[in-house]
């Protein structure tokens, strides 16, 4: 089983910022993909940012300049340094893990809320 530990959610200020993170244990041959998706009340989930195993990245262009994702390969742990938040952020956040053989595995989600 492949298991992922996500922390770092919270309360920021609009203009704050906050880092999330995510772990990832269990059977892991090799992580294809990593990333961050959100989902607000009401509205479906939606690619945040993704860093694939060769290194590339892609954002959503409603963060882009703002959000940077990044890895740690050693530790199989993909962070999210979110800046200059928005009030539209607020959502859950999952981390999601494409392994090579087990395929696609989430976290269970942390609440990031950003209120004045």
């Known amino acids: 089983q492949v298991q992922l530990v996500e922390s770092g959610g919270g309360l920021a200020q609009p203009g704050g910022s906050l880092s999330l993170s995510c772990a990832a244990s269990?059977?892991?041959?090799?992580?294809?993909?990593m990333g961050w998706y959100r989902q607000a009340p009401g509205k479906q989930r939606e690619l945040v940012a993704q860093v694939t195993s060769g290194g590339s990245t892609d954002y959503s262009d409603s963060v882009k300049g703002r959000f940077t994702i990044s890895r740690d390969n050693a530790k199989n742990t993909v962070y999210l340094q979110m800046n200059t938040l928005k009030p539209e952020d607020t959502a859950v956040y999952y981390c999601?893990?494409?392994?090579?053989?087990?395929?696609?595995?989430w976290g269970q989600g942390t609440q990031v809320t950003v209120s004045s």
């Open positions: 269990g059977s892991i041959f090799s992580i294809k993909a």
């Open positions: 999601r893990i494409v392994e090579s053989y087990s395929g696609s595995h």
